[in-house]
């Protein structure tokens, strides 16, 4: 099976480089949709035979950007964390806090003060994973989601550090699963 990991477009507050996760459902800015426009005129997203989509309202505008028309299957649980206190800031707003900083030092392994636990967010995340792979089958799939899920999900499941995996908004890796494990990934 090929799985397209795809970052979904920026909204306004990734732009303003804030903390954007489960709890602030905001679209894309005008920005974002354009540049998903631009690369998908350009063929840079291939085509899917299934597509998922978190629920959030920014990855399912852009798998409507990139695959027009195509079906969008919400993938339960795969949408991004909670980021508890440090929701809707930016690093120069939270660089002086030290939560912030062992939060930050823990590597994708600690909860945020007052966020969802990180054991919490693993088994939803790997959950929702596991539907898409057994879903998809040998199909070739599309999943848009948010950037920490793929990272979650690429750590946890192909080995390497979580921050291996960061992805600029609309950025993808692609992924070769078999036997229900990730066997190989590229950085498209």
Same mark, same amino acid.
């Given at each position: 099976?090929?799985?397209?990991?795809?970052?979904? @477009?920026?909204?306004? @507050?990734?732009?303003?480089? #804030?903390?954007?996760?489960?709890?602030?459902?905001?679209?894309?800015?005008?920005?974002?949709?354009?540049?998903?426009?631009?690369? &998908?005129?350009?063929?840079?997203?291939?085509?899917?035979?299934?597509?998922?989509?978190?629920?959030?309202?920014?990855?399912?505008?852009?798998?409507?950007?990139?695959?027009?028309?195509?079906?969008?299957?919400?993938?339960?649980?795969?949408?991004? &964390?909670?980021?508890?206190?440090?929701?809707?800031?930016?690093?120069?707003?939270?660089?002086?806090?030290?939560?912030?900083?062992?939060?930050?030092? @823990?590597?994708?392994?600690?909860?945020?003060?007052?966020?969802?636990? &990180?054991?919490?967010?693993?088994?939803?995340?790997? #959950?929702?994973?596991? +539907?898409?792979?057994? $879903?998809?089958?040998? #199909? #070739? &799939?599309?999943?848009?989601?948010?950037?920490?899920?793929?990272?979650?999900?690429?750590?946890?499941?192909?080995?390497?550090?979580?921050?291996?995996?960061?992805?600029?908004?609309?950025?993808?890796?692609?992924?070769?699963? +078999? @036997?229900?494990?990730?066997?190989?990934? $590229?950085?498209?």
């Amino acid at each position: 099976m090929k799985l397209f990991f795809i970052r979904h @477009g920026a909204t306004l @507050g990734n732009e303003k480089k #804030k903390y954007i996760g489960k709890n602030i459902d905001e679209p894309l800015s005008d920005h974002g949709a354009e540049t998903l426009r631009e690369r &998908t005129g350009r063929n840079y997203y291939p085509d899917a035979d299934m597509l998922f989509s978190s629920e959030m309202l920014r990855c399912r505008q852009s798998a409507g950007i990139i695959y027009p028309g195509k079906p969008i299957i919400i993938a339960e649980g795969l949408t991004e &964390t909670d980021f508890g206190e440090f929701e809707g800031k930016t690093y120069e707003e939270l660089k002086d806090d030290a939560r912030y900083i062992k939060w930050i030092d @823990g590597r994708g392994r600690i909860a945020a003060p007052g966020a969802e636990a &990180t054991e919490t967010f693993d088994r939803r995340v790997e #959950k929702g994973f596991f +539907s898409i792979i057994e $879903k998809g089958e040998d #199909k #070739k &799939t599309a999943a848009v989601l948010s950037g920490g899920v793929i990272m979650n999900i690429l750590s946890r499941f192909y080995g390497g550090d979580y921050y291996d995996y960061m992805l600029r908004n609309g950025e993808m890796i692609e992924a070769d699963i +078999s @036997g229900g494990r990730i066997t190989e990934i $590229k950085k498209l």
